[in-house]
Each structure stands twice: as C-alpha cells, then as structure tokens.
C-alpha cells in the first residue's frame, strides 16, 4: 500500500466513474424504490404522491404474500440443508483422491454454468406430473423402476401442512441440484488446504475416520459452512428465473416467491407502490444478512 | 499378513460402494440433459409423453433446424450483448482492483465494501427505477441499455476478482516502478496489464456465463421480441402451448451450449471465479 499524497488523489479521481455509477445505480436506486413504496403510484405513469405505509399495509395483509413469506422460509430452510449436506458429502467422497474423481466434479459443477432458464425448462418437463393412468415425466420413470408409491403431483399439488406447501419440493429439488456442485466445490476447496499431515496425525491417534472427520476437519470447515450459507441464502432470498420458468406462481401460489410477486405486481399489475413495497422487503431480508457479513469479512481482512 | 488382507479388502469393498453412490449421483444429475437430447434428437411425430425416457429411434436434427430458425437472432442478441457487456466490466474491474489493491487513500477502506454490496442486493430492488432512468436516457428497450446495466451491476464483482488477484502481485514492483518515474497509470499497464491474464480468464469467464444466462434484466429492460436474449426468448417458447417439445428441448440445449462450452474447456477458471465471488481470497 501506497500513501504518495498526489497518486492517491489520481487513484481516487480514477476510481470516481465507478463509484459514482454504483451510487446511483445501487444505493440511489434502492432510495427511489423506497420512495415509490410510499407512493400512490398505480398504472403506467409515475405517480409520487405521499401514501404512507398504505403499501406496505396492502402486501402483508395480502394472503399471496403472506404464502410467499413462508415459501421463502421453507425453501430457504430445505434448499440450504439439501446443498450443504450434499455438498460436504460429495466434497469428502471425491477428496478420498479416487480414480475418475475429476469426472465426477465435473458432472456435479455443470449445472453452475447453465441458465436458471434452461434448466428450469427441462425440470418443469420432468415433474410435469400426468393424469391418474398416463403418468408423465419423473413419474413415469418411477414406476417404471417399481416406485409407483412415490408417484404424485409434484408441482401441481395445491395442499400444504402447516404453511409448508409441498409443491416446494419440486423446486427445492431443481434449486439444490443446480447449486450443490457450489457447495461442493467451496468444501473441496477447503478440504485441499487441510494439510495431510492433519489427517495422519488424527489417524496416528486411533480416530475412525467418521471421528477424524467429525473432530478434526468439520471445524476447520466453518468459515466455508458460514460462507456458503450466506450466499446460498441470498441467492434463495431473490430467487426469480427458475420459479419462473418451472412452474409460476402455481395454484393457488404453492409455489410463489417474492421475486415473481414483485415482478408480477409491477410490470403486470401495474401496481408500481405496491411492488415497491415488496422489493423493498426483499431488500432488507438480503441486508440482514449480507451486510453483518461484509463488515466482518472487512474487519477480518484488515487486522 | 491376513490383518493386511482383510484391510485391503475393506478397502476395495468400500470404493465400491463409494463408486456406486456418485455413479448415482451422476445420474441424477445427468437426467435433465438426458431429457433435453433425447427429445431434441426425436422428431415431432415420435414425440410422446409415454415414451419420454426412451432414446430416439432414429437420430434426427431437424428439431434443431427448428429451434436455430426460431432463436438464431436471439443467440445473435446474447453475443451482440454479452461481449461487450463482459469486456468493458472486466477492463474497468481490474483498473478498480489495481487501485484498490495497491493504492491506499483515504476512504478507500470504505469504498470497497460499499461497492462490494452492489452484488449482492436482489436486483428487484432496483428495477423500477432502472426501467424510469433508461427510458429517461432514452435506452430503455434497447440493447445498449441491457449492455449499460450489466456492465454497472458487474462492477462489483469484477472488482474483487481482481482486487483479491492483485494484492498477491508484490508491491515492490511498484516501488521500482515508481522509483523509474513511472506514473500510476504506466505501472498498471507496464507491470499489473501483464501478469493479469489469468485473472482476466478468470473474470471474463465469470462475467461471460452470468450475463448470457441472466433473466430478469433481460425480460424487464428488452420487450421488443427481436431485441430479446436467448433466455428470455427460450421462456417465451416454453411458455407458448403450440410449440414442439422436441423444438423447445433443443431451443434449451442451444442457449445452454456457449457456456457449456467454456466449461468443458476452462472448467478450471470458472471455479476460480466461483470461488472468488465468495468474497474471501
């Protein structure tokens, strides 16, 4: 680091365009939604007189949001425990160093690098349920194989027990199988950087390799567990493209979250205030997150 | 010696079962692209939901002449905006991390996590006013206006990548440097420009998968059908009841093949920008 009074004006001034863009493209814009969360404003045109919370009153009494607020639990709680252990699990299979293991990582990353669309795409095909005698898709296939018991309506099924709608699971099954191989990946990172001498040692002093794993490199993982849980929970937050291609709001919103509820409001409903309000939720239930993480991250860094 | 045995037996017996689980696995995970090439391979006659785990009777592309007929400008749309979008964000990223990384003034401590933020807010947050200030600057609906709002929202990330890539170059090069009488900017591209190229593969690669697989941008900002990226356009074929499956499943595998691609080939950097876009060196 540099403290030349003159370069550090010029790095500053030449840092200027990009600060000034994200300021207004990030922080400048989050204001103006805020703005027209409290406003009248219904229909094509901008309108910004004053409403108070009427907004914000409208959304949560809202039984579409209120069902969206539970999807967005129960989607987050399941599709974070379905990537995290899935991921550490396949992590530690392919650290074992196996013949092919390379293959394997690569087959379980692929998904990273295609579309929420496209992927949603073919799973909406998959779990495209069929009729009582001609079953489709992932049905078919199960009771091809002897599993008929497990045939059901995947997406299409309306009911829910306690909040949880069970056409979530279809989602949650196409969300993690495209973001395990992250998880996966952040894991085997780590895994790597454990040096083999750890291990050797834990073994040397008669630890089964479930305790070696459950004393030794588990907590070393911790900070990758606190990472991934942060990403993967924002990016559950603000999901949008894969609902939205997979399977829409569904019946009676089994599906819904709130990223196609704003999107819906706004853009189809025109209702500009009432959107606003929504994507503002959004924004706060990400911030609570996120910012705690950054400023620890920063403060880490800077020691 | 029987002790070693019954080792090595264990030993294999447990890779078999490993194996066995991960082939598994790979199934499951191979199963969505097994259903988009089997169906985009059958024609439009052999196309029946009773039938769609068997593989095709005869190979037949037509249902790709289709989908290249149908998507080819919104393929073209994706290039026209991903290219550039990619190039300018991952120039101006490593400037930013150059700076950042190198020079320190004042504030600068805090300008970075507040430009860091800017990844992760969910985009909804910003879109009406994102829709009000482009038209506003006259780019609302044009492609050069979805190109303007990837390379702002690709900042970000762009700029950690190489923030986090340069603070591993030594800093006594640009005591020499400047000791030369170089200025700032002659360091950054006699000394920082080249070293960066795996940083820019990293980068690019990154910026290049996010922006042709991104949605909600695209479907906000482009209404004008033949102004739409392939993602938008390949949800608007799925959406639509009269279209072929085997069309719409080969339409799939045509806009997934240019990151596939950079995958298979540079799978490698693509999880260093994974890896990276998690904050942490």
């Known amino acids: 680091m540099f403290h030349f009074k003159k370069e550090s004006r010029i790095a500053f001034l030449s840092l200027l365009p990009t600060v000034i863009a994200v300021f207004i493209f990030v922080y400048g814009f989050i204001l103006w939604t805020l703005r027209v969360s ?8 901008p309108n910004y007189t004053f409403a108070g919370f009427s907004n914000y009153s409208d959304i949560f009494k809202s039984e579409r949001f209120q069902i969206d607020l539970w999807n967005t639990l129960f989607f987050t709680i399941l599709f974070l425990f379905t990537c995290v252990i899935g991921g550490l699990l396949l992590a530690i299979f392919l650290d074992r160093k196996l013949r092919g293991g390379s293959i394997f990582r690569n087959i379980f990353l692929f998904p990273m690098a295609v579309s929420f669309v496209v992927t949603g795409v073919a799973w909406r095909w998959i779990f495209n349920p069929g009729m009582p005698g001609s079953l489709n898709g992932i049905n078919q296939l199960l009771s091809n194989i002897g599993l008929s018991c497990l045939t059901w309506g995947w997406f299409t099924q309306s009911n829910h027990f306690m909040n949880f709608h069970v056409a979530l699971i279809s989602l949650i099954i196409a969300a993690a199988w495209q973001l395990t191989g992250y998880t996966m990946a952040m894991y085997l990172a780590g895994l790597t950087a454990i040096p083999v001498e750890m291990k050797e040692a834990a073994r040397m002093d008669g630890a089964s390799e479930f305790q070696m794993y459950r004393n030794v490199i588990l907590p070393m993982l911790q900070p990758i567990t606190l990472s991934v849980l942060i ?5 559950s937050l603000k999901i949008f493209d894969l609902v939205y291609t997979m399977t829409g709001p569904g019946p009676g919103f089994a599906t819904d979250v709130p990223g196609i509820n704003m999107f819906e409001t706004t853009f189809g409903g025109n209702r500009y205030g009432e959107g606003a309000a929504i994507s503002i939720v959004m924004f706060i239930l990400v911030a609570v997150v ?7 991250t920063m403060k880490r860094e800077n020691i | 010696m029987k002790t070693v045995d019954v080792y090595k037996k264990q030993k294999i017996f447990s890779r078999t079962i490993l194996y066995i689980v991960l082939i598994c696995v790979s199934a499951f995970f191979l199963m969505p692209i097994y259903v988009l090439l089997v169906t985009s391979l059958k024609s439009f ?3 029946d939901l009773a039938t769609m785990w068997s593989l095709p009777k005869s190979l037949n592309l037509g249902s790709f002449l289709a989908a290249l007929e149908k998507l080819s400008p919104n393929l073209l749309n994706s290039f026209y905006l991903t290219i550039p979008a990619t190039i300018i964000s991952a120039f101006i990223g490593s400037i930013n991390g150059y700076l950042l990384s190198k020079w320190k003034f004042s504030g600068s401590m805090v300008l970075f996590p507040l430009i860091l933020f800017g990844m992760f807010i969910p985009y909804q947050s910003i879109l009406i006013p994102l829709v009000q200030f482009l038209s506003l600057i006259h780019l609302y609906g ?5 190109i303007l709002t990837h390379i702002v929202y690709g900042l970000p990330i762009t700029t950690l990548i190489f923030r986090n890539y340069f603070a591993e170059v030594p800093s006594e090069l640009i005591e020499a440097s400047m000791l030369d009488g170089c200025s700032i900017f002659s360091t950054f591209f006699r000394i920082f420009l080249p070293v960066s190229i795996p940083g820019f593969v990293v980068v690019i690669i990154w910026q290049f998968t996010n922006i042709w697989n991104e949605f909600l941008f695209a479907v906000t900002i482009t209404s004008d059908p033949s102004l739409q990226p392939i993602t938008v356009a390949l949800r608007n074929l799925a959406g639509s009841q009269i279209v072929e499956w085997n069309v719409q499943m080969a339409g799939a595998l045509l806009a997934a093949l240019p990151t596939l691609i950079i995958y298979i080939i540079l799978g490698r950097f693509f999880i260093q920008g994974l890896l990276a876009g998690s904050v942490k060196a």
């Not at chain 1, 990403?231 to 990016?235: A, E, R, S």
């Not at chain 1, 996120?290 to 620890?296: E, G, T």
């Open chain 1, 38 to 45: 409290f406003s009248d404003w219904i229909g094509v045109m």
């Open chain 1, 231 to 235: 990403i993967l929970v924002h990016i």
């Open chain 2, 45 to 47: 006659k052999d196309v």
């Open chain 1, 290 to 296: 996120i910012i705690p993480y950054l400023i620890n």
């Open chain 2, 142 to 146: 044009t492609l050069y206006g979805l």
